[in-house]
């Protein structure tokens, strides 16, 4: 249990012991949870100075509902050796208090660190670890145009559902017409022949009331609500993995929304900056320059709140192209935790879980 993230239930399971009896045994005799020296704090943070390298990343995780910043040394590949610190909340002046506590020989040697688009994760680095590069994943990058598609697709399904509801209205309104229209005619009927009048069942037979709506569909057989609903991944994703059911759909929402194809693209003219592998510093300054003047040319205010996104933070995005350093091994690490979260079915004691994980990934 020591360098692994397993509990106690699983080795009871394979061993055929009482995993219950087990996890309190090595809590309190087993383990050296209750000397360790973190334990006091462990609630809010914990600190490993030996794990500190030149590489290194920082992103957040949530425990128990709550934020908890963790910055790891990205060396050691999501193993032991990975976490450098972990803090309750993403507040920067509560993760320095922390951070500061690292020797200052520790925090000057790093010289790289890979974080999202947060501009607190920005403070914390640039006071924390003043000598570092600071590099912005380019994940996220394409993750925020991706956003600005999203808020796209939203409107547009926004516009759909109020078209629906329209047409559901009049298609009410028409059957209480038509209601009333039979209810004169009866009693028209009536009022001229009395009770001898009884309806007739010959000719085509009436209408039901209580007919439902049936919205328009659309070629691929859905409809539009049902097109602009299920289109939210592949709008993600690049043309070259879409299957054929996909393809299909986009073609019908493309022709349909011209705007929607619009930004599209422009997003996947982004994404390709980001994979070409032969692009430098400068020659990637260039495609953005190129990439900015084409979101000029269009209308959509999303896609250029995304150009204004990327602007803002372009000489720390620009930094990528450096050495290609990313951001994913926080999101592995994050993984992991999550599912050793899982595995323990939730975090009931936060200090032993935290001094698990100083054990297994510390």
């Not at 974080?115 to 590099?135: H, Q």
Request: charged residues 35%.
């Amino acid at each position: 249990m020591d360098n692994e993230t397993i509990t106690a239930r699983q080795i009871g399971y394979t061993y055929m012991i009482n995993s219950s009896t087990f996890a309190k045994r090595y809590k309190d005799t087993l383990s050296d949870f209750e000397t360790w020296e973190q334990k006091g704090h462990a609630s809010e943070w914990i600190l490993l100075p030996q794990n500190a390298g030149k590489e290194h990343g920082i992103d957040e995780t949530s425990l128990q509902g709550e934020l908890y910043t963790i910055v790891h040394n990205k060396e050691s590949h999501g193993r032991k050796g990975a976490i450098v610190a972990v803090d309750k909340g993403t507040n920067p002046s509560d993760v320095l208090r922390v951070l500061m506590q690292l020797p200052a020989d520790k925090r000057e040697m790093v010289g790289s660190i890979t974080m999202d688009l947060s501009d607190c994760m920005r403070a914390i680095a640039r006071e924390a670890f003043p000598k570092a590069t600071v590099i912005r994943d380019c994940f996220h990058v394409v993750k925020r145009g991706g956003e600005g598609c999203e808020e796209i697709r939203l409107r547009l399904k926004r516009e759909a559902v109020k078209k629906v509801n329209r047409q559901k209205a009049e298609f009410r309104k028409y059957l209480k017409g038509l209601a009333a229209q039979r209810k004169a005619y009866r009693e028209r009927m009536r009022a001229k022949y009395g009770k001898k009048w009884k309806k007739s069942k010959r000719g085509k037979k009436p209408k039901r009331l209580n007919a439902r709506f049936e919205p328009p569909r659309l070629v691929n057989g859905e409809t539009l609500v049902e097109a602009l609903t299920r289109c939210r991944k592949q709008l993600s994703m690049s043309r070259e993995k879409w299957s054929l059911v996909q393809e299909k759909r986009a073609k019908i929402l493309f022709e349909r929304y011209p705007k929607l194809e619009e930004a599209y693209n422009l997003i996947n003219s982004l994404r390709a900056v980001f994979r070409n592998k032969k692009l430098t510093r400068e020659t990637a300054k260039e495609k953005l320059e190129e990439w900015y003047e084409k979101v000029a040319a269009c209308s959509l205010r999303e896609i250029k709140s995304v150009r204004d996104t990327i602007k803002f933070y372009e000489d720390e995005i620009l930094n990528y192209f450096i050495e290609r350093q990313t951001n994913a091994s926080a999101e592995s690490l994050n993984s992991k935790i999550k599912c050793f979260r899982a595995q323990v079915k939730g975090v009931r004691d936060i200090p032993f879980f935290m001094y698990r994980l100083a054990t297994v990934l510390g």
